[in-house]
């Protein structure tokens, strides 16, 4: 069992920048997919950004590719998600998440393990 904790978010102007930092119990291996996920009223969970640990290829949904970049520290236990430039509709409930690599990453479904989430709010 994988737990993951979140911290950081909090609310910011259009144009500044945030980061999301997610702590896992263990060591992930890079068998494992990890995914940044948000989600926003009204709206399905969406994958933001999905890589394989120690592999270093992180993909991104268009929206945020240029602006978001996850990053992880080299016992690979934590991980962050840093957020520049951001928009009001990146507003949302932001999940780090965890999963036994047994499809696409990109799947949604490939995810078990999830941590809390952490609330980020763009003001005009």
């Known amino acids: 069992q994988v737990h993951l904790v979140q911290s950081g978010g909090g609310s910011v102007q259009a144009g500044g920048s945030l980061r999301v930092s997610c702590i896992t119990s263990?060591?992930?291996?890079?068998?494992?997919?990890m995914a940044w996920l948000r989600q926003t009223p009204g709206k399905e969970r969406e994958i933001v950004a999905s890589f394989y640990p120690g592999i270093g290829r992180t993909i991104y949904i268009d929206s945020v590719q240029g602006r978001f970049a996850t990053s992880q520290d080299a016992n690979r236990n934590t991980l962050y998600l840093q957020m520049n430039n951001l928009k009001q509709e990146d507003s949302g409930m932001y999940y780090c998440?965890?999963?036994?690599?047994?499809?696409?990453?990109?799947?949604?479904?490939?995810?078990?393990?999830w941590g809390q989430g952490t609330q980020v709010t763009v003001s005009s």
């Open positions: 263990e060591y992930i291996n890079s068998t494992y997919c």
């Open positions: 998440a965890a999963g036994e690599a047994v499809a696409s990453c990109r799947m949604p479904d490939v995810y078990h393990y």
